[in-house]
């Protein structure tokens, strides 16, 4: 049977040892602050900004949220964008995806400035992290990198497959995982006979967000499986890209969902929190 690898356990050591970092820039005048905006009212958008939320509270970072109605126009949140970026007091700018259709995302998050883009998504963020300059790595990948790497995973010439091509996870992940030595395949929703690539895989990361994608048949004896899907089965009970009960009898490790890779996300967005923070600190 496979270990389960407890993301929310992990996250609480990771934040644990972020409330330290924050109490010591707070002792020298310097409070991290994380500024949330969330535009409309979707319903899973609203769940992960309060945890976001909360779990600055619990570490010391100050946070705030800003809630606009979905008719707001591009051009407000823009100016909001720009005010924020001139704050002092806000170290970190994250504003919730999906937005309304009306909204261009790309217009808003090449307005944020990358200096406080905490959740990696600006183009210049990710150019630096693909020639592996210093930057906000995702809050996903690095949250997982985390996950792994607290787990006494090597990755060192190991074969990972990446099922997924998002902007957010997949993309990042293959890169983060290439950084450290892997052998990185993706697969995505064309691939043919994707059983035939996942059944290589000694780290396979499930990023689709289908319920029921990763069978037994696509897992290979002792492999270490990451779900970072968020799916409702149809009894809307919470659950992943992978079917965890099955596979738990062929991998040597999984994350289970919820309490997998989640908590590790909100976790990463605290420490890029901090680390921007610590920058002004170095530049004063
Ligand atoms: N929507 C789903 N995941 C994320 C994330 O990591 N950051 C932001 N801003 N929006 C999201």
């Known amino acids: 049977m496979a270990k389960i690898i407890d993301g929310k356990a992990i996250a609480q050591e990771v934040r644990n040892e972020l409330k330290g970092k924050v109490a010591d820039l707070t002792h020298k ?9 969330l535009v409309g009212n ?3 958008s609203e769940v992960y900004v309060r945890g976001k939320i909360r779990a600055c509270e619990e570490v010391g970072i100050r946070s705030e949220l800003i809630s606009l109605p979905a008719e707001v126009s591009e051009a407000d949140l823009l100016l909001k964008i720009k005010e924020l970026n001139k704050d002092d007091q806000v170290h970190g700018i994250l504003v919730q995806l999906p937005l309304p259709n009306h909204i261009s995302e790309s ?5 944020i ?3 406080k883009d905490v959740d990696g998504f600006h183009p210049e963020s990710v150019g630096r992290m693909v020639t592996g300059l210093e930057t906000f790595l995702p809050c996903t990948p690095h949250g997982i990198m985390e996950l792994l790497s607290r787990t006494g995973v ?6 990972a497959v990446v099922v997924g091509r998002s902007n957010i996870v997949g993309k990042p992940m293959a890169l983060l995982l290439q950084q450290q030595n892997a052998t990185v395949t993706m697969c995505h929703s064309r691939t043919v006979d994707l059983p035939s690539f996942t059944r290589q895989a000694d780290v396979l990361v499930a990023a689709v967000g289908k319920v029921g994608l990763i069978t037994k048949e696509h897992v290979k004896e002792g492999a270490v499986v990451i779900d970072v899907a968020m799916n409702r089965d149809v009894e809307g009970k919470l659950c992943g890209d992978v079917l965890f009960d099955e596979v738990s009898e062929v991998a040597s490790a999984i994350t289970p969902v919820p309490g997998g890779v989640g908590p590790m996300t909100i976790a990463m967005l605290l420490k890029n929190t901090v680390i921007s923070a610590e920058r002004v600190l170095q530049q004063v």
């Open 29 to 37: 005048g310097i409070t991290p602050g994380l500024t949330v905006i």
């Open 42 to 44: 979707n319903p899973a």
């Open 107 to 111: 217009n808003v998050i090449e307005t």
């Open 113 to 115: 400035a990358y200096q």
């Open 154 to 159: 090597d990755l060192n010439g190991k074969h």
